[in-house]
């Protein structure tokens, strides 16, 4: 008889209408949890969400679509690379090298201006606007339009390269078009050789290039100059960098005859002092 009495409980629970009740609650739940997955899995980019009235609307992103839309927003960055004085025989002029852009991370629109001022007056000065596209890691195209202010106003078109090349070289290449068949090419390139944390050891080239001679601005045909420059510089913070170095410039051909003609030196070797700062 005691045997009995487990098992006849056993039984009567199982026959229970409640169980049967509580089982089937439970098993339409799985139904709906596995429907839901279903759903969501051949949903990509939306999913139903309850919206205040009880219907569900699936054009409401979801937290992680409003992340990805924030993830690529409009930056800005401004950088004085050189503002120097320069221990040049005869003048002790002032040069400025500094770029600015403003977009994300595929477009931009950058400025670019460099130039020289000598006793109170510019002796060089250009600008450059430029629309940029990211074309691989690190590698940027650009065009855009340059005008130069000295030593006499012209415009250039512009095309070029600029970014990372192995082994951590700063490249900027720019192919300039201007009026009367006038063509010129620049190349640019750096690299930082971090001392410590702090002080950074930087060589510099630049190379110019012009289709064809100009004797008002004093320049050849072909391989115009060349500039070889050493730069130390200390970070006091990031944003702020004075520097010194020594630079080497020989200029060639047609442009070293008009130089020479002047009453210059068409090669020379100079000290600098400057400051980098960017924000």
């Given at each position: 008889?005691?045997?009995?009495?487990?098992?006849?409980?056993?039984?009567s629970?199982?026959?229970?209408?409640?169980?049967f009740?509580?089982?089937?609650?439970?098993?339409h739940?799985n139904?709906?949890?596995?429907?839901?997955?279903m759903?969501?899995?051949h949903s990509?980019?939306?999913?139903?969400?309850p919206?205040?009235d009880g219907s569900?609307?699936?054009?409401i992103?979801?937290?992680f679509e409003?992340?990805?839309m924030?993830?690529?927003?409009?930056l800005t960055?401004?950088?004085?690379?050189?503002?120097e004085v320069?221990n040049?025989?005869?003048?002790?002029?002032?040069?400025?090298?500094?770029?600015?852009?403003?977009?994300?991370d595929?477009?931009?629109?950058?400025f670019?201006?460099?130039?020289?001022?000598?006793?109170s007056?510019?002796?060089e000065?250009?600008?450059?606007?430029l629309?940029?596209?990211a074309?691989?890691?690190?590698?940027?195209?650009?065009?855009?339009?340059?005008?130069?202010?000295?030593?006499?106003d012209?415009e250039?078109?512009?095309a070029?390269?600029?970014?990372l090349?192995?082994?951590?070289?700063e490249?900027?290449i720019a192919?300039?078009?201007g009026?009367?068949?006038?063509t010129?090419?620049?190349?640019?390139?750096?690299?930082?050789?971090?001392l410590?944390q702090?002080?950074i050891?930087t060589?510099?080239?630049?190379?110019n290039?012009?289709?064809k001679?100009d004797?008002?601005?004093?320049?050849?045909?072909g391989?115009?100059?060349?500039?070889?420059?050493?730069r130390?510089r200390?970070?006091?913070?990031?944003?702020?960098?004075?520097?010194i170095?020594?630079?080497?410039?020989?200029?060639?051909g047609?442009?070293?005859?008009f130089?020479?003609?002047?009453?210059?030196?068409a090669?020379?070797?100079?000290?600098?002092?400057?400051v980098?700062?960017?924000?």
């Amino acid at each position: 008889m005691k045997t009995r009495i487990p098992f006849l409980m056993v039984i009567s629970l199982l026959t229970s209408p409640v169980v049967f009740a509580e089982m089937d609650h439970s098993e339409h739940q799985n139904m709906k949890m596995d429907q839901s997955t279903m759903k969501m899995g051949h949903s990509k980019h939306k999913t139903a969400i309850p919206v205040s009235d009880g219907s569900l609307d699936e054009d409401i992103p979801l937290p992680f679509e409003v992340a990805r839309m924030e993830d690529d927003p409009v930056l800005t960055k401004f950088m004085l690379e050189q503002l120097e004085v320069q221990n040049v025989s005869g003048s002790n002029p002032i040069t400025w090298e500094a770029e600015a852009w403003i977009g994300k991370d595929l477009n931009k629109l950058w400025f670019k201006t460099e130039g020289e001022r000598v006793d109170s007056a510019f002796e060089e000065a250009e600008l450059q606007m430029l629309y940029s596209r990211a074309i691989a890691p690190f590698w940027d195209l650009q065009a855009g339009f340059r005008k130069d202010f000295e030593p006499i106003d012209r415009e250039w078109l512009v095309a070029g390269i600029k970014g990372l090349a192995p082994y951590f070289f700063e490249t900027d290449i720019a192919f300039f078009i201007g009026k009367n068949g006038r063509t010129a090419a620049r190349l640019q390139g750096e690299y930082e050789l971090l001392l410590t944390q702090k002080t950074i050891l930087t060589p510099e080239i630049e190379i110019n290039l012009y289709g064809k001679g100009d004797q008002v601005t004093g320049v050849g045909s072909g391989l115009s100059d060349l500039r070889i420059g050493l730069r130390l510089r200390h970070e006091f913070v990031r944003e702020f960098a004075p520097y010194i170095g020594v630079e080497w410039r020989k200029e060639f051909g047609g442009t070293a005859d008009f130089t020479r003609a002047q009453g210059r030196k068409a090669e020379e070797t100079y000290f600098i002092a400057g400051v980098r700062i960017w924000f």
